[in-house]
């Protein structure tokens, strides 16, 4: 074995030359992620914004003006982040639904590690995943509120850090009672930093209001907060001497916790801020020069594989995404692709299609509105203003939109002629093109990705079994077009194709055939009613419950309410939320079920405290329990006023 001492100096000389040139093709990254953000930093031309930290880090980074999140919420958009891949494909496209993922993904921070970067995040996961604890595991050299690039034993060694900034989360902007946001965000801005509610800009879609204007100050107050943080974080890397060692990411996890914004697939849901700085020392790493804007189309699907390229990673054969940066750059996407399914209690499912000019919004349960009663934002007051302006004659079409019960089937926008997507084009007849055009890219999005979303929840559960979404997705098992089809005959089909639908050997089949009956609005024809009456003994509690949920709504309630409680005490959690939303939303009409849910709710808060945050994610049925608790806790309330 040699020493230093016996290997000559030019030698060795020659070997420390090699030893930093390796060093030097491998950049240190870092994260910086703010919590539902959309675009609305001065450098984006927004008037409203105080940001002078994020500003001066645009004049010398990439702005991206056409940057989307893969979900307008957190969970199934950081599933995305951390494996390359759409949620729909993996199925992680439920918040918080616990299905597992091949083992094979870890998440990309692991492949860093392996190339020698030491990992740190602080603080948040919510991965979205079964196994979100093994992805920590493999992901992180540090995973804590203390998590630093300053922690690594090897100052030499090349990091990739992420900081989490919660400061403009939903929780802040509009959930804490008002004291509470003084005390722990307004109090570090000073009296010239606070926002004028008399000053501000509201959005079209907002109805002009004192409560609106005072959450849209208090949510820009949280964002100058949260500037304060970035520049902290960047002065930091300053103090550390690595800023040209460094390339920097900021972006917002979707757009802003508001509403009308978190939730829904519009670009006030999406769109969202992008800044990279890259240094020239790794100027070669970009097509753009920093300090410029580029329109070119970027998805949370590409950031995995952009951050491997750029530090010389193999990227896994698995990722969807497109690298944008790196010496070996994809051609420029044309297009980028939303999903939004079941959030919190909230059942859903829609899916969107977006090129540089035009967004296309399919909604697959168009029987429900936008502005859906849900617990956790409910806690704000903004969204009861919401609700106590609910009348089509008191808001303009613009609120209405947003505030009906009920959404169109399809949705088209220009956003560049409409940014804030307030004119629907779908029944243009000028723009039959484009919505025809559209239509058939998500189509074949949708087949191409194995969108496991169309698949009741219940169902995939007892699908997936051992394996996992992304692996039955894959194995020739689903009959994606079957399953499609039924679902897009959901508020477009007669009475005959959707009983036909009812008859089918699919469970997922029948059980859009009976969302399908639910959703019409046409009058329910006697053969539509005794094919209901079956389903309410189908062999598929999805069925059975949607069944039930199509009968209350013509007035069937007394068949229906039995088989919605006998729901309730289902072993699988997945399927007592399905039941608790239907009984909730039915509303005092159920009120029979009263007993049922009190029940139900004691059963939910043995197996997670309802003190806990709701932000705090935890395995196996804790978070379904607080989804079953949020929708019990609401319907009792609604029973006693």
Known sequence: MYSFQSIPTLTLFVLLSLSSLDGAKRPNILWITAEDMSPVLGCYGNSDSHTPHLDELSKQSILFTHAFASAPVCSPSRSSLIHGAYPPSLGTQQMRSGFPLPRFMKGFPALLRKKGYFTTNNAKTDYNSGNFEEI?????????????????????????????????????TMVWPHKRFQKEIQSELSNGEI???????LPRYYPDTPIVRKTVARFHDCVTVMDKEVGRILGQLEEDGLTEETIVFFYSDHGSG???????LLDSGMHVPLLIRIPEKWKR????????????????VDFAPTVLRLTDTPIPSYMQGKPFLGDKVSEPRTLVFGHRDRVDEARDLARSVRNKRFLYIRNFMPHLGYNQPTAWP??????????????????????????????????????????????????????????????????????????????????????????????????????????????????????AKLLGLLQSNNESVRYWGAIGLAASKKKTGKKAILALFKTLHDSSPSVRIEGANALARIGKIEAALPILIEELEHENLIVVTHAARTIELLGKEAKKALPAMQACLARANEIRPPD??????????????????????????????
């Open 378 to 495: 409910d806690q704000g007051e903004i969204r009861h203003e919401f609700y106590r302006l609910s009348n089509p004659e008191v808001m303009t079409p613009a609120q209405w939109h947003y505030a009906s019960p009920t959404r169109p089937r399809e949705e088209l926008y220009d956003c560049q002629m409409d940014p804030q997507n307030l004119i629907n084009l779908a029944q243009s007849r000028a723009h039959e093109h484009i919505l025809e055009k559209m239509r058939r890219r998500l189509h074949g999005h949708l087949i191409d990705s194995r969108d496991l979303g169309f698949l009741p929840e219940f169902e995939a559960w007892m699908k997936f079994g051992n394996s996992s979404g992304w692996e039955v997705g894959r194995s020739g098992k689903i009959d994606f077009g079957a399953i499609l089809q039924a679902a897009y005959a959901v508020g477009i089909s007669d009475e």
């Open 195 to 201: 926002h004028d509610p008399n000053s501000i800009t």
């Open 136 to 172: 920590i595991k493999k992901s992180w050299n540090e995973n804590s509120a203390n998590a630093h690039w300053r922690n690594r034993k090897d100052l030499n060694s090349p990091f990739f850090s992420i900081f989490n900034l919660m400061t403009s989360h939903q929780s802040r």
């Open 612 to 641: 806990l945050s709701p932000v705090v994610v935890l395995p196996g049925d804790q978070d379904m329990a607080m989804f079953v608790a949020f929708s019990c806790q609401a319907f009792i309330e609604k029973c006693m006023r």
């Open 258 to 264: 508001m509403p009308r914004h978190k939730r829904a």
């Open 285 to 300: 790493f970009s097509p753009i020069e920093s300090g410029k804007t580029t329109d070119r189309l970027v998805a949370f």
